[in-house]
């Protein structure tokens, strides 16, 4: 044990991501709290997001698809500093694309890496940053995004096995780490009337949601949109803690 174990720390709490922008929308107001409350904050984000929509259209062109990563960490940097988070690190895998297209099959992206691999990867920042509360997402990612997915595998498998000694024994040798066990792991959730809500008030606004029915759908398609929210939808009773960020909305 150096003098550093015995040094007095703040309380940490690491959030774990698949894609630059998830933190601030899906912890951006927990993270903004605990860094007002002096408890020590840590990003994880998965991939680097290459993949991503650009929803501004005078943006989207070719070469901001080409460098969309580097956009992106440029992003990141930016609402970190609006949280007020200091600490981030990336576990470096390609975004994945969406089910079923070319960039979900590219072997660098984080759905086709090895899961125990990966895992790895994060055990390690667990066993470096040791964090008391890790959050990450459901076993659906949420809405069923690949990398949200293999996220929610990653961060479970790396709170489990951070703190056995028999998990990636190299890292203790070489990679000056010890184990470390998280007292307890969130999975972030938007309860479903708050998600109802929220569709509503956007589609009273003249906009589509994300999760608004499909236009002109077939039966089938009904039939498979009913089918993803009754997956992707938070029964409000699942909802065990409620994390008060009024106070930090404009940071958000
Ligand atoms: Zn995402």
């Given amino acids: 044990m150096d003098d550093l174990d015995l040094a007095p720390r703040p309380l940490t709490l690491m959030a774990v991501h698949a ?3 998830d ?22 984000t998965c991939t680097r997001g290459e993949m991503g929509e650009i929803v501004m259209s005078e943006l989207d062109t070719p070469e901001n698809h080409r460098r969309l990563g580097e956009l992106r960490a440029a992003e990141l ?12 690190d990336n576990l470096g895998y390609r975004d994945s694309d969406m089910m079923g297209r070319p960039g979900n099959l590219d072997p660098r992206c984080f759905w086709q890496a090895d899961l125990d691999e990966a895992i ?3 055990t390690w920042l667990v066993r470096r940053h040791r964090p008391e509360v890790i959050t990450t997402y459901n076993d659906f990612g949420g809405y069923g995004h690949p ?12 709170f489990e096995r951070a703190g056995d000694p028999g998990w990636y024994p190299t890292q203790l040798v070489e990679g000056g780490v010890a184990p470390w066990t998280p007292l307890k792991l969130y999975e ?5 009337s708050v998600r109802l809500a929220m569709v509503e008030r956007t589609e009273a606004m003249g906009q589509r ?9 077939s039966p089938e398609e009904m039939v498979e949109y009913e089918a ?8 409000d009773d699942q909802i065990t803690t409620r994390v008060d960020v009024n106070d930090f909305l404009e940071a958000k």
């Fill in 209 to 217: 949601s994300f999760w608004s029915a499909p236009e002109n759908a």
């Fill in 77 to 88: 940097e930016a609402a970190m500093t609006e949280l007020g988070v200091t600490e981030w």
């Fill in 120 to 122: 790895g990867r994060l």
């Fill in 188 to 192: 972030q959730a938007v309860p479903r």
């Fill in 19 to 21: 894609h630059p922008d």
């Fill in 147 to 158: 990398d949200h997915i293999r996220t929610h595998q990653v961060a479970i498998g790396a």
């Fill in 228 to 235: 993803f929210l009754a997956r992707a939808l938070i029964p």
């Fill in 23 to 44: 933190e601030t929308i899906g912890t951006g107001g927990t993270m903004a709290r605990a860094v007002g409350a002096s408890r020590r904050v840590v990003l994880v």
